[in-house]
Each structure stands twice: as structure tokens, then as C-alpha cells.
């Protein structure tokens, strides 16, 4: 049995699905099972990060666990204990591109975060394989400006930086990463991989192809950092954003090989990952 954290997440959804149709038993775990809407092969179960007791449960004869810490007030320490105590074998973790490695401190909240559940795990009787997402890559745009509202309201999205280049990754690729991970026996056990989809786009172009999707005239309308600052503020780490849209202006961000080196495949077009967004966004 794998249990899936946040399983009504893009990615945690994916997850659940795909599992699911190659018949592999899954649990999904989410804070409204009534409205997850998840596959009928799916056992899905009420539980919170958050909430430490809602996870016993939860856990009770899981083999492998996918951890999205979709709550910042999760005690990894206590997560991981729990874990081992249940027998799992395995967690794999979706961490941040931004954790370095060898650091005395961190370079910012987002990375101080993820090291820090990083560490627990590690510390623990547990397998881990973490798999640090790039910021470039996880559709940062959409989650620091309501892009959704944006659209509902007209065909211009407001952003910075119309050319910083991103490696944005389909919700079902990142999916394929995190299942091998879950699945193949010893063959990622105590790893870390970067994780990035497999073409470089600039933000301007993901607007574009998001409209193109919805058959509609959207447009790329440039914020000054000020504004986008005093927009993103509240909801994101601005400063974190910023500055790496900000460096992908004039040096593309990296694309990783984990895709390819860990499944196989080598991802999905740019057309398929707008055309999933597009649907999210409009849902």
C-alpha cells in the first residue's frame, strides 16, 4: 500500500491516478474526502499534516509514503517517527530546488523549510528519496499571482519578467518521477535528484500557450519588481521569486535528466502541459 499526502494537490492527483490505473493500492489522504474526487480504486482517507494523531491511522500497513508538506506547520520529526513506527519503508518527498547542500544556513525560508523535513527524514530508520523540485519548475507564476482570477476577468495576465526563461513540468511527468521513486526497490533509496520538466519557456510563452489552450487572445502584460513585489508579498516569498525570475532574464534555467534517467520518458509537450493548465486554471 503507498500512501499520497496532499492527494488532491496537481501532482498528488496525478500520483493517485496513475497508481491507480496500473492497479498498485493506494491510499490518499486529504482534508475532505467527500470533494476529492479521486479514483474509485483509490482508498481515501481523512487526515492533516498538521494533525499528528489524524496520521495513525493513515499510516497503519502502508509500505511507501509520497510527502508533499502542503501544511508549514507539520512536525517532520514526529511524521518520520510515526512512520517507522507503522513499518512504512520508504518515503519519498517532494522537497525545493532551493535546499543547498554543505551550508551553514540556508539560503531563504523556502529552502530552510524543505531542509529541515529533509533532515528529519534522513535522521530516521526510514528509506528516503527526495526530489527537490526547481523553483523554475513548479508553476511558481500561477501560485503567487492569481493567474486564474486574471483570466476569469479578461485575456491579460499581469506578471515580471516576460522573458525569464522557466522549465515548467507536467503535473503526470513529476507523477512518473515520484512513482518510479515509490516503486523501484533499493534503486533510488537515500537519493536526492533535481527535478525540472524537459523545455525552457519564458513566462511570456506560458501565458501565450495557456491562451492558445483556451482558444483565446491571452497576453503577457510586464509588471516593474515593485509592483510584482507588492503583489506576490502577501501569499509568496517575493524576494525568493524575483530574484530567480530575474536571473533566467539573460541564463535559461537548467534542465535536470531526472525525467528521462528515472522513467524513460521524455515528458510531455509544451502544448500538453498548457492545455492541463489552462484546465486547472479555468476549472
Not at 44 to 54: I, N, Y
Not at 87 to 110: K, L, M
Not at 194 to 208: A, D, I, K, N, Y
Not at 240 to 250: E, Y
Request: aromatic share 6%; net charge negative.
Amino acid at each position: 500500500m503507498i500512501l499520497v499526502t496532499a492527494a488532491t494537490a496537481p501532482v498528488g492527483r496525478c500520483v493517485v491516478e496513475q497508481l491507480a490505473a496500473d492497479g498498485i493500492p493506494v491510499r490518499a489522504l486529504t482534508r475532505d474526502p467527500e470533494r476529492a474526487g479521486l479514483p474509485p480504486q483509490a482508498e481515501v482517507v481523512q487526515g492533516d499534516l498538521a494533525d499528528a494523531d489524524s496520521l495513525k491511522s493513515a499510516l497503519e500497513g502502508v509500505d511507501a509514503v509520497f510527502l508533499l508538506a502542503a501544511s508549514p506547520d507539520i512536525d517532520a520529526e514526529v511524521f518520520a517517527a510515526q512512520a517507522e513506527a507503522a513499518g512504512v519503508r520508504r518515503i519519498v518527498f517532494q522537497s525545493s530546488g532551493a535546499v543547498r547542500d554543505g551550508v551553514a544556513e540556508q539560503p531563504n525560508p523556502v529552502a530552510g523549510f524543505h531542509e529541515g523535513i529533509e533532515r528529519a527524514l534522513a535522521g530516521s530508520g526510514v528509506e528516503y528519496t527526495f526530489l527537490r523540485l526547481a523553483v523554475e519548475s513548479s508553476g511558481a507564476l500561477e501560485w503567487s499571482f492569481d493567474v486564474a482570477g486574471q483570466l476569469a476577468a479578461g485575456d491579460v495576465v499581469r506578471g515580471p519578467y516576460a522573458d525569464a526563461l522557466e522549465t515548467p513540468i507536467h503535473p503526470a511527468d513529476f507523477a512518473a518521477v515520484i512513482i518510479a521513486a515509490l516503486t523501484d526497490d533499493g534503486a533510488h533509496a537515500n537519493r536526492v535528484y533535481p527535478v525540472t520538466g524537459p523545455h525552457q519557456l519564458s513566462l511570456g510563452e506560458q501565458v501565450r500557450l495557456i491562451g492558445e489552450a483556451l482558444n483565446r487572445p491571452v497576453r503577457y502584460e510586464e509588471l516593474g519588481p515593485e509592483a510584482a513585489a507588492a503583489a506576490i508579498s502577501p501569499y509568496a516569498p517575493a524576494e525568493l521569486l524575483l530574484g530567480t525570475w530575474a536571473q533566467h532574464v539573460g541564463s535559461p534555467a537548467p534542465v535536470a535528466d531526472t525525467l528521462r534517467r528515472l522513467t524513460g520518458a521524455t515528458g510531455r509537450s509544451p502544448q500538453e502541459w498548457a492545455a492541463h493548465t489552462a484546465g486547472r486554471l479555468t476549472a
